[in-house]
């Protein structure tokens, strides 16, 4: 595997594992570590052992946000002419599931980095905001609109204009975090549940997740046509073949990406 500066990267079965690594500054999200995370997945996704990523932290921060010294002296013009919160684009666009494992703080760019991962599991200990507020800017890595549509305008609103922390059990509630997993045992099962997704068909996995995206992007007719269809195509593969006579003949199906 290559070597990163800010990140472990590594591969367990049909899972890649990233561990944002820069344990001094809470793992803050400099600009080389939302770079390596663009290349760690681009990577991932180039390779076809790879089924599902897990993102992960320490026990103490998944991520405390974007680096605030690294920020502290730049002006407009420097953030926009290096279109800063853009070098994310490269982790949005991944197509394989990435599944986030959360312990401690999730704050600002880290609680952006959550909400860019398709399920989000968290530890007892996990604690998201948005703190922007606090330092005289808003969020910047899609806070306000992934937020907005996992938790609703209310919750949004109070923690994006209060700065104020949720909880695992708020965050599970209002419906940004799918599970709560006790701290020792959250890596072992997102990568358990990556393992589980990277088993199956890998074409229905892709149209699943592409399918479930375009839910929060188009009206209901339309997400249910664009569903239709993609259901329709994978009556096109020999996975569908394969996973529907193994059922039939009470065995396990073998998938093999066809
Ligand atoms: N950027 C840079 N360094 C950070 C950091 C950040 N976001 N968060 C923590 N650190 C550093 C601290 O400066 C400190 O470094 P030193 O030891 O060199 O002083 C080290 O990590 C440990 O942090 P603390 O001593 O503060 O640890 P704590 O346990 O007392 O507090 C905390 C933990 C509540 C998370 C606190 O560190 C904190 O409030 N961090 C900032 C959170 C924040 O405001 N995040 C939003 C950033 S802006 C953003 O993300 C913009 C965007 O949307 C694009």
């Given at each position: 595997?290559?070597?990163?500066?800010?990140?472990?990267?590594?591969?367990?079965?049909?899972?890649?594992?990233?561990?944002?690594?820069?344990?001094?500054?809470?793992?803050?999200l400099n600009a080389t570590m939302i770079r390596e995370l663009g290349e760690a997945l681009a990577a991932f996704e180039a390779n076809e052992a790879v089924g599902a990523v897990v993102i992960t932290?320490?026990?103490?921060?998944?991520?405390?946000g974007a680096d605030i010294r690294e920020m502290a002296d730049k002006s407009f013009s420097d953030v926009y002419l290096a279109d800063l919160g853009g070098g994310w684009r490269r982790v949005v666009?991944?197509?394989?599931?990435?599944?986030?494992?959360?312990?401690?703080?999730?704050?600002?760019?880290?609680?952006?980095?959550?909400?860019?991962?398709?399920?989000?599991?968290?530890?007892?200990?996990?604690?998201?905001?948005?703190?922007?507020?606090?330092?005289?800017?808003?969020?910047?890595?899609?806070?306000?609109?992934?937020?907005?549509?996992?938790?609703?305008?209310?919750?949004?609103?109070?923690?994006?204009?209060?700065?104020?922390?949720?909880?695992?059990?708020?965050?599970?509630?209002?419906?940004?975090?799918?599970?709560?997993?006790?701290?020792?045992?959250?890596?072992?099962?997102?990568?358990?549940?990556?393992?589980?997704?990277?088993?199956?068909?890998?074409?229905?996995?892709?149209?699943?997740?592409?399918?479930?995206?375009?839910?929060?992007?188009?009206?209901?007719?339309?997400?249910?046509?664009?569903?239709?269809?993609?259901?329709?195509?994978?009556?096109?593969?020999?996975?569908?073949?394969?996973?529907?006579?193994?059922?039939?003949?009470?065995?396990?199906?073998?998938?093999?990406?066809?």
């Amino acid at each position: 595997d290559a070597p990163f500066e800010t990140l472990i990267v590594e591969t367990r079965g049909g899972v890649g594992l990233i561990t944002l690594n820069r344990p001094k500054a809470l793992n803050a999200l400099n600009a080389t570590m939302i770079r390596e995370l663009g290349e760690a997945l681009a990577a991932f996704e180039a390779n076809e052992a790879v089924g599902a990523v897990v993102i992960t932290g320490s026990d103490k921060a998944f991520a405390a946000g974007a680096d605030i010294r690294e920020m502290a002296d730049k002006s407009f013009s420097d953030v926009y002419l290096a279109d800063l919160g853009g070098g994310w684009r490269r982790v949005v666009e991944c197509r394989k599931p990435r599944i986030a494992a959360v312990s401690g703080y999730a704050l600002g760019g880290g609680a952006e980095l959550a909400q860019m991962c398709d399920i989000v599991f968290a530890s007892e200990t996990a604690k998201f905001g948005q703190p922007e507020i606090t330092l005289g800017i808003i969020p910047g890595f899609g806070g306000t609109q992934r937020l907005t549509r996992a938790v609703g305008k209310a919750k949004a609103m109070d923690l994006v204009l209060t700065g104020r922390m949720m909880d695992a059990q708020e965050a599970e509630k209002s419906g940004l975090v799918s599970r709560i997993v006790p701290a020792e045992k959250l890596l072992d099962e997102a990568l358990e549940a990556a393992a589980k997704i990277a088993s199956f068909s890998r074409a229905a996995v892709l149209a699943a997740k592409e399918a479930v995206d375009v839910a929060a992007e188009v009206g209901l007719s339309e997400g249910a046509r664009f569903e239709r269809r993609a259901f329709q195509a994978l009556f096109a593969t020999e996975d569908q073949t394969e996973g529907m006579a193994a059922f039939v003949e009470k065995r396990k199906p073998e998938f093999r990406n066809r």
